[in-house]
């Protein structure tokens, strides 16, 4: 987990307080304002105060934490926040609380006037669920659960997505083209908004000079529109940054598109992009883009856990992407973005005494004070039988009728075996991908159906052309159902590539009729 100490502005607290943070966020034109949240749901706000930002109901600076009664116990899912600073969070309960400058009606409130205290966003959104929202300038976005995205605000280049220029002062939805579409991702820059749709395609407006719309061009949009150079490319994330995109596809690569005096496009050059442009990342997988609209600075995390960044980086211009030693995307913010505030809501823990999770992690598969172990492919595995039957009703009636201090498995290999019952000790999967498979038949066997969905998740982070056919198989065998849909869908949307592989070629015979069948009323043979 990341040390918030990383930020000054948290360097007064005391020990014993930084151990209770649970999430946070570093915002303010210097990084000189943050809220925090802590293991007890209690909402705290620390720094300058500017526009009254911090939601203590008057415009004092303060340099000890003060807690903000109305949000403790609100538990935020989603936090962003203006360069005003306005601030705007998410909870739970799918509801939007803003706070801060208000000089554009960025708060949704109808008014221009500050916003001393949080309060609840209700026009339009009374009904709604809010499962997201991201911050320009000075505009606001949110995305709901049912796909659909409002905004409210400043709007003098089209970032609201109203078709006029014209500020709105209260939540409108983005209709126009994002009609009956569900988007799943949301994210703004200073003065333009990003979509993601559930079937990958990406849509932009707002201002567009150093084309960071990706749409071939320099003219502001007023309207969402779709980036069709990235036409037949599956995107799951975006992340903007000042004045430049980022987006993340399901097969771990990045394009980026807009300004790049900085190099925070990573293209190796300082010529602004007006269209998506492949980054060269030596074949690795990425998992996360990140970038925030009060700076250029640009970072991505891999599927090993590398963090790599580039474009402005402490006043230098990176324009490739550079390896760091550190663990998250987060601490390339702490240390090089300027200012340097957090892209996104921090989760935070301190570590400074084992949790019970952590002392069990620590004792798996060490034979100290363990009563039982596995014997798999001539190698040892050391378990606790209190633990295991405590965790599997396999195992709790398997141990409950032996008194036996080794068992042998032949049923899986050494590799699966071990990644299970260490499961059962952390309740996290430590497999790549490619090798879940025999975990997900494992998980099948024993009817563990959390662990069934974790290795779901694991592989579609894993798929690929050359092998969404066999793990398309593996679902249909293993009766995965969501993942099984996953595969297909990807299956179609690569379908040219896919079909050309040797799985595909080595397909069962029903298997590959069903597909064609399925694919066929999906419309993927269509002109």
Same mark, same amino acid.
């Given at each position: 987990?990341?040390?918030?100490?990383?930020?000054?502005?948290?360097?007064?607290?005391?020990?014993?307080?930084?151990?209770?943070?649970?999430?946070?966020?570093?915002?303010?034109?210097?990084?000189?304002?943050?809220?925090?949240?802590?293991?007890?749901?209690?909402?705290?706000?620390?720094?300058?105060?500017?526009?009254?930002?911090?939601?203590?109901? /008057?415009?004092?600076?303060?340099?000890?934490?003060?807690?903000?009664?109305?949000?403790?116990?609100?538990?935020?899912?989603?936090?962003?926040?203006?360069?005003?600073?306005?601030?705007?969070?998410?909870?739970?309960?799918?509801?939007?609380?803003?706070?801060?400058?208000?000089?554009?009606?960025?708060?949704?409130?109808?008014?221009?006037?500050?916003?001393?205290?949080?309060?609840?966003?209700?026009?339009?959104?009374?009904?709604?669920?809010?499962?997201?929202?991201?911050?320009?300038?000075?505009?606001?976005?949110?995305?709901?659960?049912?796909?659909?995205?409002?905004?409210?605000?400043?709007?003098?280049?089209?970032?609201?997505?109203?078709?006029?220029?014209?500020?709105?002062?209260?939540?409108?939805?983005?209709?126009?083209?994002?009609?009956?579409?569900?988007?799943?991702?949301?994210?703004?820059?200073?003065?333009?908004?990003?979509?993601?749709? /559930?079937?990958?395609?990406?849509?932009?407006?707002?201002?567009?000079?150093?084309?960071?719309?990706?749409?071939?061009?320099?003219?502001?949009?007023?309207?969402?529109?779709?980036?069709?150079?990235?036409?037949?490319?599956?995107?799951?994330?975006?992340?903007?940054?000042?004045?430049?995109?980022?987006?993340?596809?399901?097969?771990?690569?990045?394009?980026?598109?807009?300004?790049?005096?900085?190099?925070?496009?990573?293209?190796?050059?300082?010529?602004?992009?007006?269209?998506?442009?492949?980054?060269?990342?030596?074949?690795?997988?990425?998992?996360?883009?990140?970038?925030?609209?009060?700076?250029?600075?640009?970072?991505?995390?891999?599927?090993?856990?590398?963090?790599?960044?580039?474009?402005?980086?402490?006043?230098?211009?990176?324009?490739?992407?550079?390896?760091?030693?550190?663990?998250?995307?987060?601490?390339?913010?702490?240390?090089?973005?300027?200012?340097?505030?957090?892209?996104?809501?921090?989760?935070?823990?301190?570590?400074?005494?084992?949790?019970?999770?952590?002392?069990?992690?620590?004792?798996?598969?060490?034979?100290?004070?363990? /009563?039982?172990?596995?014997?798999?492919?001539?190698?040892?595995?050391?378990?606790?039988?209190?633990?295991?039957?405590?965790?599997?009703?396999?195992?709790?009636?398997?141990?409950?009728?032996?008194?036996?201090?080794?068992?042998?498995?032949?049923?899986?290999?050494?590799?699966?075996?071990?990644?299970?019952?260490?499961?059962?000790?952390? /309740?996290?999967?430590?497999?790549?991908?490619?090798?879940?498979?025999?975990?997900?038949?494992?998980?099948?066997?024993?009817?563990?159906?959390?662990?069934?969905?974790?290795?779901?998740?694991?592989?579609?982070?894993?798929?690929?052309?050359?092998?969404?056919?066999?793990?398309?198989?593996?679902?249909?065998?293993?009766?995965?159902?969501?993942?099984?849909?996953?595969?297909?869908?990807?299956?179609?949307?690569?379908?040219?590539?896919?079909?050309?592989?040797?799985?595909?070629?080595?397909?069962?015979?029903?298997?590959?009729?069903?597909?064609?069948?399925?694919?066929?009323?999906?419309?993927?043979?269509?002109?």
């Amino acid at each position: 987990m990341l040390d918030v100490g990383k930020w000054p502005v948290f360097a007064l607290l005391p020990p014993e307080e930084l151990r209770l943070v649970r999430q946070a966020c570093v915002f303010g034109s210097a990084a000189n304002e943050a809220l925090y949240v802590t293991v007890g749901d209690e909402v705290f706000a620390i720094g300058t105060n500017c526009s009254g930002c911090l939601g203590l109901g /008057d415009l004092q600076s303060t340099i000890e934490p003060r807690r903000i009664d109305v949000l403790c116990g609100k538990k935020i899912v989603s936090l962003s926040y203006g360069t005003g600073p306005h601030v705007v969070i998410a909870t739970a309960d799918g509801e939007v609380y803003a706070w801060g400058h208000n000089g554009y009606s960025q708060l949704g409130n109808g008014t221009t006037n500050h916003g001393l205290t949080p309060a609840l966003v209700s026009t339009n959104l009374l009904n709604k669920r809010v499962t997201e929202v991201a911050c320009g300038s000075h505009h606001t976005i949110a995305l709901t659960t049912d796909g659909e995205v409002y905004a409210w605000g400043y709007n003098n280049s089209g970032q609201v997505g109203s078709g006029s220029t014209a500020n709105q002062p209260t939540p409108r939805r983005v209709s126009s083209c994002l009609q009956n579409k569900v988007v799943v991702n949301v994210a703004c820059g200073q003065l333009c908004s990003m979509a993601v749709l /559930d079937n990958g395609e990406v849509y932009g407006w707002g201002y567009n000079c150093n084309g960071q719309l990706g749409l071939g061009n320099n003219g502001n949009q007023q309207t969402p529109c779709r980036i069709a150079a990235l036409q037949g490319i599956n995107v799951v994330q975006v992340a903007c940054g000042y004045a430049h995109t980022l987006a993340l596809t399901d097969e771990g690569f990045i394009y980026a598109w807009g300004a790049n005096s900085y190099g925070q496009l990573g293209t190796g050059n300082k010529c602004n992009q007006t269209v998506p442009t492949l980054i060269n990342m030596d074949k690795e997988r990425m998992v996360e883009v990140a970038a925030c609209h009060t700076s250029h600075t640009s970072a991505a995390k891999t599927q090993s856990g590398q963090v790599l960044m580039w474009g402005q980086c402490r006043g230098q211009a990176v324009p490739c992407p550079h390896l760091t030693h550190f663990s998250t995307t987060d601490d390339v913010f702490a240390c090089f973005a300027t200012p340097a505030v957090t892209w996104h809501l921090l989760s935070v823990d301190g570590d400074d005494y084992l949790t019970v999770a952590q002392s069990l992690k620590r004792e798996f598969d060490s034979p100290d004070i363990s /009563d039982l172990k596995f014997l798999v492919e001539g190698k040892c595995i050391h378990v606790h039988k209190a633990l295991l039957k405590i965790r599997c009703e396999h195992f709790r009636a398997l141990l409950n009728e032996s008194d036996e201090e080794a068992i042998e498995i032949h049923q899986f290999s050494y590799l699966v075996y071990r990644a299970f019952l260490e499961y059962l000790y952390t /309740d996290s999967i430590n497999l790549p991908p490619e090798d879940a498979i025999g975990l997900l038949d494992l998980a099948t066997f024993y009817r563990e159906m959390r662990l069934k969905r974790l290795c779901q998740e694991t592989i579609k982070r894993g798929i690929s052309e050359e092998n969404a056919i066999t793990l398309l198989s593996a679902a249909v065998k293993y009766e995965a159902r969501e993942l099984e849909e996953f595969c297909f869908k990807f299956c179609v949307n690569h379908l040219t590539a896919v079909t050309q592989t040797q799985a595909f070629a080595d397909m069962d015979h029903d298997l590959l009729k069903n597909f064609i069948s399925k694919a066929s009323r999906y419309g993927a043979f269509k002109n």
